[in-house]
T-cell receptor
Framework: GAVVSQHPSRVICKSGTSVKIECRSL??????MFWYRQFPKQSLMLMAT?????????EQGVEKDKFLINHASLTLSTLTVTSAHPEDSSFYIC?????????????FGDGTRLSIL | GNSVTQMEGPVTLSEEAFLTINCTYT??????LFWYVQYPGEGLQLLLK?????DKGSNKGFEATYRKETTSFHLEKGSVQVSDSAVYFC????????????FGQGTTLQVKP
């Protein structure tokens, strides 16, 4: 089945550091990738929709300058948390949707646990 | 706007018990409906889906039927196993082409031997 790889799986870093998270579709091409944030024991909150070759669409309340998204190819999207602070600590999950027409489901990565000290 | 409501957990069952996790939705048009499962420390895995009214999605013994008249997509399994312990998310994708998923709040299932 469709596989989405997310890297790294866990990051621990100091406050003020910028952190890049990669999301790759391994066996299919993804026109659209999605970035979610999940707080402990809560549901997923969509942060932004990333379309290959164009600017990401951010959800209301999400700072685009804080969470930089790049979708340079049909198999790779990156999320950079700039100048991270403890309140940015969370579980970040990406998903990818195939390019084929029709009701394509989203396939999720295994998530990145970000801890800012 | 579109929304999904799941029954609150946690749900605790003994092995081989019958499982129902309720999910209802609010949406315009004809959404697609999904159940995802999340094991501890992992991302989400698609469990099953249904794209139109009266469709039944099924996988690994789990089933859910798209009921437009009751706007529901309840998840059921006849005999749960310890390995089914996880968080289950009901989700809908609206009939627009954005591909966005709207998730319910998740229901934790704990199955005891």
């Amino acid at each position: 089945g469709a596989v989405v790889s997310q890297h790294p799986s866990r990051v621990i870093c100091k406050s003020g550091t910028s952190v890049k998270i990669e999301c790759r579709s391994l066996d299919f091409q993804a026109t659209t990738m999605f970035w979610y944030r999940q707080f402990p024991k809560q549901s997923l909150m969509l942060m932004a929709t990333s379309n290959e070759g164009s600017k990401a669409t951010y959800e209301q309340g999400v700072e685009k300058d804080k969470f930089l998204i790049n979708h340079a190819s049909l198999t790779l999207s990156t999320l950079t948390v700039t100048s991270a602070h403890p309140e940015d600590s969370s579980f970040y999950i990406c998903s990818a949707r195939g390019t084929e027409a029709g009701n394509q489901p989203q396939h999720f990565g295994d998530g990145t646990r970000l801890s800012i000290l | 706007g579109n929304s999904v409501t799941q029954m609150e957990g946690p749900v605790t069952l003994s092995e081989e018990a019958f499982l129902t996790i309720n999910c209802t939705y609010t949406a315009t048009g004809y959404p697609s409906l999904f159940w995802y499962v999340q094991y501890p420390g992992e991302g989400l895995q698609l469990l099953l889906k249904a794209t139109k009214a009266d469709d039944k999605g099924s996988n690994k013994g789990f089933e859910a039927t798209y009921r437009k008249e009751t706007t529901s997509f309840h998840l059921e399994k006849g005999s749960v196993q310890v390995s089914d312990s996880a968080v289950y998310f009901c989700a809908l994708r609206g009939s627009s082409n954005t591909g966005k998923l709207i998730f319910g709040q998740g229901t934790t299932l704990q199955v005891k031997p």
